[in-house]
């Protein structure tokens, strides 16, 4: 199946911090997912995005659909500590088959 | 009991055991599937079941066995596992079609010794 990159595999970062975070592929996707997955936890849907150029927002978090349509990124506001947990970007590679990049662990210092 | 659980959470097993695991969705979906998680490996998907049916088995090992009796039950058959098969095991359902939100369950953690 196809690779999806992700970046950075992990970051420590300050509360309060601004967190980027992105995913590219050499394969060209009709939507883009991010995940979050809590500790002990299956992932949970945080942002779908459908169109190329995209921006959502979902509270302290935006997600941006790439205009080549090969890359994804999220972006997360003024972290919290619950913000921690792996957040994994998403690709459908036909039907109902979800492909995941590697995804990125998130560490928040108090 | 809501959205997507999993039974039992944890699982310690040899290699010559024979285990199940459960899944249960309480979404109305159609649609279910397992994931395999292992450290420093992303999310694979092993199989997807469309209104009961396989639609899917991405290159699984034949130790690795799925069932789904019903659209709300799937239950994956474990025999002969190998150490290297210790993961994160993933349930997940959606309504059937393409691009439809998957829920995910809590997983079971495997232990192959």
């Known amino acids: 199946g196809q690779q999806l990159n992700q970046s950075p595999q992990s970051m420590f970062i300050q509360e309060g911090e601004d967190v980027s975070m992105n995913c590219t592929s050499s394969s060209i996707f009709n939507t883009w997912l991010w995940y979050k997955q809590d500790p002990g936890e299956g992932p949970v849907l945080l942002i779908a995005?459908?169109?190329?150029?995209e921006l959502t927002s979902n509270g302290r978090l935006t997600a941006q659909f790439g205009i080549t349509r090969k890359d994804s990124f999220l972006n997360i506001s003024a972290s919290i500590p619950s913000d921690v947990g792996i957040y994994f970007c998403a690709v459908y590679e036909g039907g109902n088959m979800l492909t995941f990049g590697g995804g990125t662990r998130l560490m928040v210092k108090p | 009991e809501t959205g997507v659980t999993q039974t039992p959470r944890h699982l310690v097993m040899g290699m010559t055991n024979k285990k199940s695991l459960k899944c249960e969705q309480h979404?109305?979906?159609?649609?279910m599937y397992w994931y395999k998680q292992s450290a420093k490996k992303p999310l694979e998907l092993m199989f997807v079941y469309n209104f009961k049916e396989q639609t899917e088995n991405n290159s699984v090992p034949s130790r690795f066995s799925p069932e789904c009796p019903n659209s709300s039950h799937l239950f994956l058959h474990l025999h002969t596992l190998q150490p290297e098969d210790s993961a994160l095991y993933l349930c997940?359902?959606?309504?059937?079609?393409?691009?439809?939100?998957?829920?995910f369950g809590p997983g079971t953690r495997l232990t192959v010794l």
């Open positions: 997940a359902s959606s309504h059937g079609g393409s691009n439809n939100e998957q829920f």
């Open positions: 995005l459908y169109k190329a150029g």
């Open positions: 979404l109305g979906h159609n649609a």
